[in-house]
């Protein structure tokens, strides 16, 4: 008996990639460009995947709108420049084994809903090992910040899925998982605590061994 098309979703930032070191150097140029104090990294690595009005909303909420314009800028101008002269953010270990499994299903497709730009996700799709494999790609560019469920929501109606499972780092990928009526599965090698995806996930796992059978048992399909 055939199974229903499921969408399995990943965020991208802490989930298929480790940009932190990207993320890190980019905060910290448009701090200092605008005159303003460095938060400690776990702030920052805390607000990961939040749109970047959002983010700054978060970790200096003593600035008003027009001085919060110029840090998404000044950082998006880093970040960008960072691609370019740095070594690319890796592929988490055994991301790209995980992917060509589930791509190889009969009654899955692969979607990404991620806090970036699409012009930050055409520059890592832009990788050949990822190219063609996510039938749908919702950015930060389109919908409100995560944890609002407008762009799980956008990829279920584009993948034709009757089900879906979001796979991400971070508390808001859950909490929009979770609203938009999907299962949901926190890795625990990304920005957010184990203690903090347990309370809001499904499933979690330690590494992507775990998360093709975790994928297929959400249903007690296996």
Sequence with gaps: ???????????????????????????EFAFKARGLLLPPASEILAIVGLSLSEAFAQLC????????????ETYKESFASLRQSAAAAPLYPGALECL?????????????????????????????DLAGRFVTTQVADDHPSKPHPSMVLQAMAESGAARGVMIGDTTFDMQMGRAAGLKTIGVCWGYHSKQA???????????????????????GEI
């Excluded at 060509?100 to 050949?128: C, F, Q, Y």
């Design 61 to 72: 909420p003593e600035t008003d709108a027009q001085e919060r314009g110029l840090l998404v």
């Design 197 to 219: 995806l347990r309370a809001r996930a499904d499933r979690t796992v330690a590494d992507y061994a775990q998360l093709v059978p975790e994928v297929q048992n959400l249903w």
């Design 100 to 128: 060509e499994i589930l791509k190889d299903l009969d009654d899955i497709v692969l979607g990404i809903a991620t806090g970036m730009s699409r012009r930050g996700l055409s520059h890592v799709l832009s990788n050949p």
């Design 1 to 27: 008996m055939s199974r229903p098309r499921t969408l399995v979703l990943f965020d991208v930032d802490g989930t298929l990639i480790d940009s932190q070191s990207h993320i890190l150097g980019a905060m």
